[in-house]
Nanobody, 121 residues
Framework: QVQLVESGGGLVQAGGSLRLSCAASGSIFSTNAMGWYRQAPGKQRELVATITSGVSRNYADSVKGRFTIARDNGKNTVYLQMNSLKPEDTAVYYC???????????????WGQGTQVTVSS
């Protein structure tokens, strides 16, 4: 069994910063790509940023230059540093990871429970 637990969400004023963390635990043999997604009220879930095991990064255009994704492979943890936050960044943020639980098994996608980020104007 694999679990992803996010932390670091909260309420911040526009222009402020937050740092999200997501730790994977359980039966983990290897972790491939990890990423962050978000879902605002009434909208579909969208990609925010991803990072591969080789630390290649990809960002949504709306967050480029403001958000930074990073990972600590030793801790199976992915981070999202969010700077210059805007009200339109308000959403529930979910982390996701592609994890193999055993060398005999294929990788599966796992999701966290989500953490609320609210940016006031």
């Amino acid at each position: 069994q694999v679990q992803l637990v996010e932390s670091g969400g909260g309420l911040v004023q526009a222009g402020g910063s937050l740092r999200l963390s997501c730790a994977a635990s359980g039966s983990i043999f290897s972790t491939n790509a990890m990423g962050w997604y978000r879902q605002a009220p009434g909208k579909q879930r969208e990609l925010v940023a991803t990072i591969t095991s080789g630390v290649s990064r990809n960002y949504a255009d709306s967050v480029k230059g403001r958000f930074t994704i990073a990972r600590d492979n030793g801790k199976n943890t992915v981070y999202l540093q969010m700077n210059s936050l805007k009200p339109e960044d308000t959403a529930v943020y979910y982390c996701a990871a592609e994890i193999r639980s055993s060398p005999r098994l294929t990788a599966h996608d796992y999701w966290g429970q989500g953490t609320q980020v609210t940016v006031s104007s």
